[in-house]
């Protein structure tokens, strides 16, 4: 030990590397084979701190605090900006006779079905994972590898029946239903997320491979699609991991399951926070969720070192009911809902809100949400909270002369003048929108939408249809309803104001020869995601659909 005689005559001892290691893996106990195996990394060679924490699933604090104990035994460098790090050639041989690293067991793989995976399998899983969209800080999104993913594809197809089976992922910006759908090509598959952009990418990966697989928006905190309720055999979420994000997900599964039904929750804490752990573990079990099985380490992820950058799988076998209905919102760690937010809008703010939206007496401000049509001559909406989703969502739901909706200033559909116009096009049969950027200050925006069908006729506008004869128009205005129930009638009515007559026959066989996908008119268009709510707005104003149905009426 090197000693070191403070000035105020105590003896400072720093122990000797190796020492101090040995005692932090005795304090370890039976957990400091983990830590004996990063030891086994650092003496074959060159790791990044990042490659530590997650190839052996260990909290980013406990490797620092192993790096911290091997002291001047401990080489750096960087490479391409990442700094390095290993035992010093050496010192190697000591740290290897002395701490067994050449005799430490090798762990039991959890799915060893995932290594008879085909080589093109994995390329394809590979490049699908790359060209995912960023992930969102404000959705705790953390990016499972594809060593990962695949190995949760192979994990369901190795120990469950696909055969006919339904199976529902809550949430994929893992693309773990890309991966599945791959291994196992004629599952049935839905995926519903908040994220249009996921949903968008998923679309895209299922329609070039052929895969079954059915996207769906939703924001499970506000609810669920109704054409999922009651429909899968198996659902898989990996939630945001606050007690209430995999409380809610959780119970929103549930919802999800036929009889003999399971959920598989991604879900991982520090070895450092049982008490975490215990909380979420509680909750599961009041939602009446048994644990059939709970796998450690199960998933490795680029990021989220402070759980080790690892996750368990648990396998839950529900025996209570899981309905639950909106709480609290704030089920994330980072962004305006987490559980530390603050960040609601400012007294300045509500003021130009109501500013700007003409009313005959004074209007509440309501919280966003879109579970059922929003009523009235006008409406206050705050979106202050909206991660980007929303704000469309808000839009298809109103039924109003006016709506006023306060967002973010940095708000995605806000940024800049393209993105400000593809939101203008989608909801353009049915409003006119205003966008008021920086009010009242640089951290508030409001966006005002006037109803097209309640616009003066004197401001004609050509570049949209008219109110009355837009089948997108109609479509928007009942967001909520059967999509082929919608179009159908609005074909009808639109058939009628112009002196013809078009049955109820007639008009269901010109929806199914215009619709994008027969498959979508079962749903409502407020649950699609946002490409496909642009694909069905598009085909119902076609012209051919016009001369269709003059052609029918005619008959």
Request: proline fraction near 6%.
């Amino acid at each position: 030990m090197e000693h070191h005689i403070a000035e105020d005559g105590v003896d400072h001892t720093t122990p000797e590397p190796r020492v101090a290691v040995a005692a932090l893996i005795r304090a370890a106990g039976v957990h400091g084979l983990r830590l004996r195996r990063v030891l086994a990394m650092l003496v074959a060679g060159w790791h990044s701190v990042e490659d530590l924490i997650r190839t052996q699933a260990t909290p980013r604090r406990t490797v620092e605090e192993l790096l911290a104990a091997t002291g001047t035994d401990l080489g750096r460098r960087r490479v391409d900006g990442r700094e390095l790090v290993r035992i010093r050639p050496e010192c190697a041989a000591d740290y290897r006779a002395e701490f067994a690293t050449a005799e430490l067991p090798a762990p039991v793989d959890q799915a060893p079905a995932a290594a008879r995976l085909s080589e093109s399998l994995r390329a394809a899983v590979r490049a699908d994972v790359a060209a995912v969209p960023p992930p969102m800080a404000a959705l705790d999104h953390v990016q499972a590898t594809p060593e990962s993913v695949l190995r949760r594809a192979a994990w369901l197809a190795s120990h469950y029946d696909l055969d006919n089976a339904s199976v529902l992922f809550l949430g994929d910006h893992d693309l773990t239903s890309t991966a599945l759908g791959r291994l196992h090509p004629d599952l049935a598959i839905t995926v519903v997320d908040v994220d249009d952009r996921v949903l968008a990418h998923i679309d895209r990966i299922a329609e070039r491979e052929g895969l079954r697989i059915r996207c769906l928006h939703a924001d499970l905190r506000f609810g669920l699609p109704p054409s999922v309720l009651g429909t899968s055999d198996l659902v898989f979420t990996d939630p945001p991991y606050t007690p209430e994000g995999v409380g809610l997900f959780t119970a929103r599964a549930a919802e999800c399951l036929r009889d003999g039904g399971r959920v598989l929750i991604a879900y991982g804490y520090s070895d450092r926070t049982p008490a975490l752990g215990l909380k979420v573990q509680q909750r599961l079990h009041r939602l009446g969720m048994l644990f059939e099985a709970i796998l450690p380490d199960f998933d490795r992820y680029d990021g989220a070192q402070a759980v080790g950058s690892a996750s368990d799988l648990y396998v839950c076998r529900p025996l209570g009911s899981g309905t639950t209905r909106r709480g609290d919102t704030r089920i994330y760690t980072h962004g305006p809902q987490s559980g530390e937010s603050t960040g609601g809008p400012s007294a300045a703010a509500l003021d130009a809100l109501r500013g700007l939206v003409s009313a005959p007496t004074p209007l509440p401000v309501v919280e966003a949400e879109w579970t059922s049509p929003t009523t009235g001559d006008a409406a206050l909406i705050d979106a202050m909270a909206d991660p980007g989703p929303w704000l469309f969502r808000v839009l298809a739901a109103a039924n109003t002369r006016q709506l006023g909706v306060l967002v973010r200033n940095n708000h995605p559909d806000l940024l800049d003048a393209a993105a400000q116009r593809a939101l203008s096009d989608l909801v353009g049969a049915k409003f006119r929108l205003k966008f008021h950027r920086s009010t009242p200050d640089g951290r508030h925006a409001v966006v005002v939408a006037s109803s097209i069908a309640a616009s003066s006729a004197a401001e004609p506008d050509a570049t949209r249809p008219a109110a009355e004869s837009s089948i997108a128009g109609a479509l928007l205005r009942k967001a909520h309803g059967r999509i082929a129930n919608v179009w159908r009638e609005a074909l009808i009515r639109r058939e009628s104001a112009r002196g013809r007559t078009l049955t109820k026959n007639q008009a269901r066989d010109l929806v199914l020869a215009s619709a994008p996908r027969r498959d979508e008119l079962d749903l409502r268009l407020i649950d699609l995601p946002r490409h496909r709510v642009a694909a069905v707005l598009a085909a119902a104003d076609q012209p051919a659909a016009e001369d269709a149905s003059a052609a029918g009426s005619a008959e």
